[in-house]
T-cell receptor
Framework: GENVEQHPSTLSVQEGDSAVIKCTYS??????FPWYKQELGKRPQLIID?????GEKKDQRIAVTLNKTAKHFSLHITETQPEDSAVYFC????????????FGSGTRLSIRP | NAGVMQNPRHLVRRRGQEARLRCSPM?????VYWYRQLPEEGLKFMVY????????ESGMPKERFSAEFPKEGPSILRIQQVVRGDSAAYFC?????????????FGSGTRLTVV
C-alpha cells in the first residue's frame, strides 16, 4: 500500500521568511496530493491540493510542487506570519490506496516573531 | 451546512468499558472515513464506509473495534473493552463521491481518554 514520508518533523522560521515542507510517496499510481493544516486541539483543514496532471499550484502565499518522476511533492509558504504556526500534514491518494487518503507524519511549524 | 459533526467531543472511559463515537457527515456526503491520531503523531487510517457498507477496514484492529454506517443515522465507531492504549483523538471525515481526488472534510474529533 501507499506510504508517505514527511520532513522535517519540526521547523522554526523567522516571521517573514519562507518555509518548505517535503514529502515522498511510494505508490507511483497515486494521483491526488492534499495538504492539511491542524492547529492545536482542532480539526485538520484542507489548505491546498494538487493533482498529478499539474506540476505546480499556487494560492496566495502557499504553493505546492509535484514531481511524479521522483515521487515527491512540497509545500512552500512565503512571507510567513504568526498564524501560520500549526502542524502541517501532506497526504496521497489513488493507485492501490484509491478510496482512502494516507497521511504523512506531520511537520510542526513555528513562526518566530 | 453544519459540516461534519462528531460527538461527544470528549469521552472518558474506564478500562474494560465500551466507547461509542458518532459521526454525521456533511449534507450530501455519503462516504465516511475514520482516522486515529495519537498524541504528537499523524492521522492513521482506520476504516472507510458508505451507507450500509464497509468499503475498506484495512487500518482497523481486528479485535474490539467495529464500525457501521446505517441507512439512517450517523456512523458509529465502537471500541469494546477499552485499554489505555486506545486513548487518542478519533477524527471522522466525509466526502461527496469517494472517488480519487475527492477532498475530505474533517469533523472536530472525539478525544477518548481511558483511565
Amino acid at each position: 500500500g501507499e506510504n508517505v514520508e514527511q520532513h522535517p518533523s519540526t521547523l522554526s522560521v523567522q516571521e517573514g521568511d519562507s518555509a518548505v515542507i517535503k514529502c515522498t510517496y511510494s505508490d507511483s499510481a497515486s494521483n491526488y496530493f492534499p495538504w492539511y493544516k491542524q492547529e492545536l486541539g482542532k480539526r485538520p483543514q484542507l489548505i491546498i491540493d494538487i493533482r498529478s496532471n499539474v506540476g505546480e499550484k499556487k494560492d496566495q502565499r502557499i504553493a505546492v510542487t509535484l514531481n511524479k518522476t521522483a515521487k515527491h511533492f512540497s509545500l512552500h509558504i512565503t512571507e510567513t506570519q504568526p498564524e501560520d504556526s500549526a502542524v502541517y500534514f501532506c497526504a496521497a491518494e489513488g493507485g492501490s490506496s484509491a478510496s482512502k487518503i494516507i497521511f504523512g507524519s506531520g511537520t510542526r511549524l513555528s513562526i518566530r516573531p | 451546512n453544519a459540516g461534519v459533526m462528531q460527538n461527544p467531543r470528549h469521552l472518558v472511559r474506564r478500562r474494560g468499558q465500551e466507547a461509542r463515537l458518532r459521526c454525521s457527515p456533511m449534507k450530501g456526503h455519503s462516504h465516511v472515513y475514520w482516522y486515529r491520531q495519537l498524541p504528537e503523531e499523524g492521522l492513521k487510517f482506520m476504516v472507510y464506509l458508505q451507507k450500509e457498507n464497509i468499503i475498506d477496514e484495512s487500518g482497523m484492529p481486528k479485535e474490539r473495534f467495529s464500525a457501521e454506517f446505517p441507512k439512517e443515522g450517523p456512523s458509529i465507531l465502537r471500541i469494546q473493552q477499552v485499554v489505555r492504549g486506545d486513548s487518542a483523538a478519533y477524527f471522522c471525515a466525509s466526502s461527496e463521491t469517494g472517488g480519487a481526488g475527492d477532498s475530505y472534510t474533517f469533523g472536530s474529533g472525539t478525544r477518548l481518554t481511558v483511565v
